[in-house]
């Protein structure tokens, strides 16, 4: 049987970038203006970015089985999660974190597993970025859908409804290093 899995909802592209010191004051001092000054991929570049689902009351999941629409409870994709937030960032020597992208795209994200041999939704497996202890807020975003440990035969990033950049935060990373060992 194939395993389909679709969350409608709002996604977030998000950089968090160790930066120097010159380079913080630059960010802080030119904003938003900071995007103007470099191409699209230079705050996706590197491994210290998100590109998620966010985890809202209003996003929608819906499951089908051999394109049978099923009753489905986001509740079982959070029942076997991992999260993270990058320990990239705190291991590093720099001084400060660059927030930079966008943080509500609406948008689809769709899983297929081929020839599942039996379902059961506790199989889900999620991967989960808390983005908490860096935004001071509670946005947490789906990295990852499993099924059976098994990354999905086919994924589709569908229906964009475009974005706002955020205005990029300049975060002190030894203040988070101590929010982080307190934690």
């Known amino acids: 049987m194939n395993v389909t899995l679709t969350i409608t909802g709002r996604s977030c592209d998000l950089a968090l970038h160790p930066v120097s010191p010159r380079t913080a004051l630059a960010i802080r001092a030119k904003g938003r203006k900071i995007y103007a000054e470099k191409y699209m991929d230079f705050w996706r570049r590197g491994n210290t970015r998100n590109f998620g689902m966010r985890i809202e009351a209003d996003t929608k999941v819906e499951l089908s089985i051999d394109g049978s629409e099923q009753a489905f409870d986001m509740g079982a994709l959070l ?105």
């Open 79 to 183: 029942g076997n999660v991992s999260t993270s937030m990058s320990n990239l960032y705190l291991d590093s020597k720099a001084k400060y974190l660059a927030v930079m992208g966008f943080a509500e795209e609406v948008c689809s994200y769709t899983w297929t597993w081929n020839n599942v041999q039996s379902f059961d939704a506790a199989r889900f497996m999620t991967c989960i970025t808390d983005f908490g202890p860096v935004l001071g807020s509670t946005m947490r975003a789906i990295d990852e859908v499993r099924y059976d440990t098994l990354c999905a035969d086919d994924f589709a990033w569908g229906n964009p409804g475009g974005f706002t950049l955020i205005d990029p935060v300049v975060l002190d990373l030894d203040q988070l290093r101590r929010v982080a060992r307190a934690a």
